[in-house]
Structures are given as C-alpha cells and as structure tokens.
T-cell receptor, first 115, second 113 residues
Framework: DAMVIQNPRYQVTQFGKPVTLSCSQT?????MYWYQQKSSQAPKLLFH???????NEADTPDNFQSRRPNTSFCFLDIRSPGLGDAAMYLC??????????????FGPGTRLTVL | SQQGEEDPQALSIQEGENATMNCSYK?????LQWYRQNSGRGLVHLIL?????REKHSGRLRVTLDTSKKSSSLLITASRAADTASYFC?????????????FGRGTQLTVWP
C-alpha cells in the first residue's frame, strides 16, 4: 500500500545532541510537510517542500533544518535539541490534482524525548 | 498559527449515541478537512469538503460546511468505543501556499462501552 513512513517511531536524545528524523513516502507526492505537535496541542507546521523548493514558516526556530534529497525522502534535523523540543514530529505529503490541493497523508509520527 | 477552533474541547458519550463536533474558522478557505488522531499516533484523514460543497458523507461520518458562518460540523452516528480519539479540523486557506493547513486544537472524544 502507498504510504508515509517515519523512522524511528521513538527517539531519545540528550540535551544539545543533534538528532535526525526520517520520513519517506511511496505516494510520489510533490509536497512534503513537517509538523511539530506538543501534548494536547494542534499540529504546528515547521516547513514544507514543493519538490526541492524549501518553504520555512516564519516562526520556525533556526535550530530546525530540513533536507529533501529526492522525491521520496525528507529529513528533519534538530541541531541542538532543548527540553522544549520534546514533542511528536509528524511528516505529511500532499499533491496538486491539477485544479486543487488534495488531502494530506500523515505518517505515524516520531515521538522525541530530550533528556 | 491556528485557524480552526473546535468545540467542544472534550466530549464523552455512550456507545450507540451520536457525536457532534464543531469547527469555526476566520478567513476564506479553499477546503476544510477533518482528521482523527489516536493517542500517540499520526493523523488519519477522514473527509475533505470544498468551499463550494455543503455536505459530505463517508460511512458513519457526516460533515457540513457553512461558509457564511465560517463553520463546519462533524457528526459520527452510532458511535463505537473504537471511535475514541482526538478529532481535528484543518483549513486550507485561500491564498495559502502549497496546500498549507491550519489546524485547530481538536476535540477529545471518549466513547464508553
């Protein structure tokens, strides 16, 4: 089945130790999104890619970076995680149908714990 | 930043009852989407309703959209314990880039057996 895969599902890191979260998709969608979701809050968009064009949200901290080496893969790098970065990180994809944007398909998320 | 606001924040019902959740938003939209999230999991897309549509159905789900009131509702009929989850509305706003969505805080639905 076509899907969005995130690895790892659970990630534990230490304060200040860089971490990379991975997302891959088999849907061949041209847009990929990274969201941060803290407990009992709405998902918050960090950035998104249209193909290789990167779009950063204005309030996304510089500590967060992203790479999309090809259509299928997208990575979220947190350069120096702080305690406040502990959250669920969700990857999603979407496609332009030719006249409208389709729904977003989400991966299962990576739960990041910062010690 | 947030666009949709769900109401109520929490809803607790018995199996077999209907559950209604509401969403209000502030700007003009291309579409509004409802998602479900089980605890600690990713979001699952339920229904997308476009700005020129008023009602959509999918199984036990019914979504309405009133663009004049900038509001939407999600009705789950004959609820089951397995429907227990958080439900989010999200809007794709006119003028936003690349299908960007704005999510509300969600409604936590608990269905008791």
């Amino acid at each position: 089945d076509a899907m969005v895969i995130q690895n790892p599902r659970y990630q534990v890191t230490q304060f200040g130790k860089p971490v990379t979260l991975s997302c891959s998709q088999t849907l061949n969608h041209n847009v990929m999104y990274w969201y941060q979701q803290k407990s009992s809050q709405a998902p918050k968009l960090l950035f998104h890619y249209y193909d290789k064009d990167f779009n950063n949200e204005a309030d996304t901290p510089d500590n967060f970076q992203s790479r999309r080496p090809n259509t299928s893969f997208c990575f979220l790098d947190i350069r120096s995680p702080g305690l406040g970065d502990a959250a669920m990180y969700l990857c999603a994809t979407s496609n332009w149908s030719g006249w409208a944007w389709d729904e977003q398909f989400f991966g299962p998320g990576t739960r990041l714990t910062v010690l | 930043s947030q666009q949709g606001e769900e109401d109520p924040q929490a809803l607790s019902i018995q199996e077999g009852e209907n559950a209604t959740m509401n969403c209000s938003y502030k700007t003009s939209i291309n579409n509004l989407q409802w998602y479900r999230q089980n605890s600690g999991r990713g979001l699952v897309h339920l229904i997308l309703i476009r700005s020129n549509e008023r009602e959509k159905h999918s199984g036990r789900l019914r979504v309405t959209l009133d663009t004049s009131k900038k509001s939407s509702s999600l009705l789950i009929t004959a609820s089951r314990a397995a429907d227990t989850a958080s439900y989010f509305c999200a809007t794709n706003d006119r003028g936003s880039t690349l299908g960007r969505l704005y999510f509300g805080r969600g409604t936590q639905l608990t269905v008791w057996p």
